[in-house]
């Protein structure tokens, strides 16, 4: 199946290279990206003149106090020469690598480790910004499109307000891969070099999985499958013959299986961890998952709050609306008009959202964000838009046509922003203004661009286009739009990032206080109104960087066995979202779960049964005595398990590193060793290089019976579904190097043509 341009875009080309050849268009399109790059450079030079570290402080309780954590312990782990299999810091441990959100594996983090601690979360965010760029340039430029319509639809999407709105979190790193995955698509729909693009498919889908948003994942996969049935549909529509659409939907099944195959170190351990995560309890309160607000769409408003919003530029909406208008025919264009009006609706329209919630699984979606999947839609349509008013042979049409177009757009931009705004405060009032601003510096340019075509297409004729030297007014109108949009977009999320280090990661007087009061041991809170956000010790999950073990977890696979078992233990119920913070308010508790220090807020009594230590800042800490990581408790003559409040003697657990640990017992009776590790699939022991079994210990640590006599006990997390899914990557390698040696052994075959 090929995709073939139409003779404008094809006329285009050859007027922006300049000259027709390979160098002149590698030339062109060398500038094209380097537009692209720069674009994504200066939205993050006001933060980078301030410093190398940055982070968004609008998402601040997503970044600061989980991603930055993972990513600091990721590339530490990596640097000392181990997998960041696990978390050793955050409650009796998590899994590190496979909590979707740490994405080890993922391209920013490849290419982070080859940068110093302090730069690779910034890393990450500026490669994620280029492979959203670099994406939808390619896509744009395999649909036909010349290089400024290529370089204003990546720039559209990279700097676009949903995308800034989520860059440095994975929903941004998964569908900033958009544009590559739908350009592999387009190769394997064109049916040329069949094998490269089957290749190029798997290969950028196991990238997306890698960047570790499952939701995010699906949406994209959704709006592929909806891009490709609508282009199918239409080419089978006129062929009249449906056996030709058969080979294209054979390639990209097999392609999703190489890629999926591809991602399955990742996926078959965290889907796993998932079905056992506290998402999974229905009676736990959920995150809200409810549509965003129309002001975010139109203004940058969110909730009646601004922030960074849906914004696309006033100019990309009416460049899109105008593709849709003039080529609607056209399949490629159909296809995104199609996932731009699905995207938009299911992250705008209130009952479909609520209509999608309430489907079990269907809603644990995040619909809403599907409104970078808007954003990516439009901004491919407005460079199809783009093509049309540089390379159209009628512009007199076409720019009547966008005239009206821009007209409609603004006027009805401008009346929903008095209606939106008239609830809000004073400060979102002045920010509304200035964006009416820009938006209206937009218009007029965009109205005196069709102007130029209306007057200028009097004396148009089929030889103005093949003339190099009268197409420059048009190149010229390109250029415009072109920094005009970027300069909206620029200027609108030049503030989103920040540089530098959050106070909240410095190590003040009161971390080190704790951190050297309580050393390696466990410590927890005796009070859980001073969990996430407001902390009584460290915050969760900033606790990893300082290397302190806190009972407390912020984690997207939080097992919900914690929930399960502090409820056992206390008759309380705690837990949300991801969060699990349980009050310990007796000596007795603590010591079930090896706590030896419990932080009390200023004037509390303390756990029953502990004793005072000392203050650090103004909290109070004490001691539990007895309590361990790992204990020997004696084993009597009954088959039957010790109590749980069994007392035992401590046992040094040492650890080699994060995924592994090591005791030695030494008893004259042998008993049942207890272990204050999470349990979750992929932990093994061995006793004296014997297979040692685990049992289950108050529903998420563990327990095992041990001889008497003097044995070495080794610990190993390693998941089985994470060897498997090493098994099957391995296979997905095979697989597309069989389809590349296949492929260049035959002969590529025409099929129906795919016009943008």
């Given amino acids: 199946m090929t995709v073939t341009a139409t003779s404008s875009s094809a006329q285009t080309s050859g007027t922006a290279t300049g000259a027709p050849g390979t160098w002149p268009r590698v030339r062109a399109d060398v500038l094209g990206l380097a537009w692209v790059v720069a674009a994504a450079f200066a939205v993050l030079v006001p933060a980078l003149r301030h410093g190398a570290a940055l982070y968004d402080p609008g998402n601040a309780l997503d970044q600061v106090d989980a991603l930055i954590p993972w990513t600091t312990q990721v590339w530490t782990q990596v640097h000392h020469g181990t997998l960041p299999l696990w978390n050793p810091y955050s409650a009796l441990g998590m899994p590190l690598a496979f909590n979707w959100q740490s994405a080890p594996l993922s391209l920013p983090s490849l290419v982070g480790y080859l940068f110093p601690l302090r730069l690779a979360f910034t890393e990450q965010i500026v490669m994620t910004l280029l492979v959203a760029g670099s994406g939808v340039y390619a896509l744009a430029r395999v649909l036909g499109l010349g290089v400024l319509s290529c370089a204003f639809a990546a720039t559209a999407y990279e700097l676009s307000g949903p995308v800034m709105g989520w860059l440095g979190q994975p929903v941004a790193s998964v569908l900033s891969w958009a544009g590559w995955l739908f350009f592999a698509a387009v190769l394997i729909l064109r049916g040329r070099r069949r094998a490269r693009a089957i290749g190029l498919f798997s290969v950028v889908l196991a990238f997306a999985i890698y960047a570790g948003q499952p939701e995010s994942l699906v949406q994209l996969v959704l709006a592929l499958l909806l891009f490709v049935a609508v282009v199918l549909g239409m080419q089978a529509r006129r062929a009249r013959q449906l056996r030709r659409v058969g080979r294209p939907l054979r390639d990209l099944a097999v392609a999703g299986v190489l890629g999926a195959a591809l991602g399955a170190p990742l996926a078959l351990p965290a889907v796993q961890l998932s079905l056992r995560s506290l998402q999974s309890i229905p009676t736990i309160n959920q995150q809200q998952r409810g549509p965003y607000s129309v002001d975010g769409l139109l203004y940058?408003?969110?909730?009646?709050?601004?922030?960074?919003?849906?914004?696309?530029?006033?100019?990309?909406?009416?460049?899109?609306?105008?593709?849709?208008?003039?080529?609607?025919?056209?399949?490629?264009?159909?296809?995104?008009?199609?996932?731009?009006?699905?995207?938009?609706?299911?992250?705008?329209?209130?009952?479909?959202?609520?209509?999608?919630?309430?489907?079990?699984?269907?809603?644990?979606?995040?619909?809403?964000?599907?409104?970078?999947?808007?954003?990516?839609?439009?901004?491919?349509?407005?460079?199809?838009?783009?093509?049309?008013?540089?390379?159209?042979?009628?512009?007199?049409?076409?720019?009547?046509?966008?005239?009206?177009?821009?007209?409609?757009?603004?006027v009805a931009a401008f009346v929903l922003a008095g209606v939106g705004g008239a609830q809000l405060a004073h400060a979102d009032a002045v920010v509304r203004t200035k964006t009416l601003v820009g938006r209206a510096v937009e218009a007029g340019i965009g109205l005196a661009g069709a102007v130029a075509l209306v007057l200028a297409g009097r004396s148009a004729g089929s030889h103005l286009v093949r003339s190099g030297r009268?197409?420059?007014?048009?190149?010229?109108?390109?250029?415009?739009?072109?920094?005009?949009?970027?300069?909206?977009?620029?200027?609108?999320?030049?503030?989103?990032?920040?540089?530098?280090?959050?106070?909240?990661?410095?190590?003040?007087?009161?971390?080190?206080?704790?951190?050297?009061?309580?050393?390696?041991?466990?410590?927890?809170?005796?009070?859980?109104?001073f969990c996430f956000p407001y902390s009584l010790g460290i915050l969760q999950n900033i606790n990893i960087i300082f290397g302190v073990q806190e009972l407390a977890v912020l984690d997207p696979m939080t097992p919900s066995g914690y929930v399960h078992s502090w409820y056992a233990t206390s008759g309380q119920l705690t837990g949300q979202d991801w969060i699990f913070c349980p009050a310990v308010t007796t000596a007795a508790a603590a010591r079930r779960y090896g706590v030896s220090y419990v932080l009390d807020p200023p004037g509390a009594a303390g756990p029953s049964g502990a004793a005072f230590v000392g203050h650090v800042g103004a909290s109070q800490l004490f001691r539990v005595p007895g309590a361990a990581s790992a204990t020997l408790v004696p084993a009597s003559s009954s088959p039957q398990w010790p109590p749980s409040d069994a007392a035992g003697r401590a046992v040094v657990l040492t650890r080699p590193d994060a995924a592994s640990a090591r005791l030695v017992t030494d008893s004259s009776t042998g008993g049942v060793l207890r272990l204050r590790l999470t349990d979750v699939p992929g932990w093994r022991a061995t006793i004296d290089g014997r297979p040692l079994a685990l049992h289950p210990f108050l529903k998420i640590m563990f327990q095992a019976r041990v001889p008497k006599g003097r044995h070495v006990i080794e610990l190993r997390y390693w998941p089985t579904a994470f060897s498997a899914g090493l098994w099957i990557a391995g296979a997905g390698v095979v697989g597309v190097v069989l389809v590349f040696v296949t492929g260049w052994r035959r002969r590529p075959r025409s099929g129906a043509e795919v016009e943008r």
């Fill in 470 to 529: 009268r197409l420059r007014p048009r190149a010229l109108m390109g250029c415009a739009l072109l920094a005009c949009e970027t300069g909206f977009l620029v200027a609108a999320g030049a503030g989103t990032m920040t540089a530098g280090t959050p106070a909240i990661l410095s190590l003040t007087q009161n971390y080190r206080e704790l951190r050297d009061g309580v050393g390696s041991s466990i410590v927890a809170f005796g009070d859980s109104r």
């Fill in 300 to 410: 940058g408003f969110t909730n009646g709050t601004y922030g960074n919003g849906a914004y696309l530029g006033l100019l990309c909406v009416a460049l899109a609306v105008l593709a849709l208008t003039l080529h609607r025919r056209r399949p490629a264009v159909l296809g995104m008009g199609a996932v731009a009006v699905a995207a938009t609706a299911v992250a705008f329209v209130t009952p479909l959202v609520s209509l999608l919630n309430a489907v079990p699984y269907i809603g644990d979606l995040h619909w809403a964000r599907a409104e970078v999947l808007m954003a990516f839609a439009t901004a491919v349509l407005a460079g199809m838009g783009v093509e049309l008013l540089v390379a159209s042979a009628d512009r007199r049409a076409v720019g009547g046509r966008f005239l009206v177009i821009v007209c409609a757009v603004a």
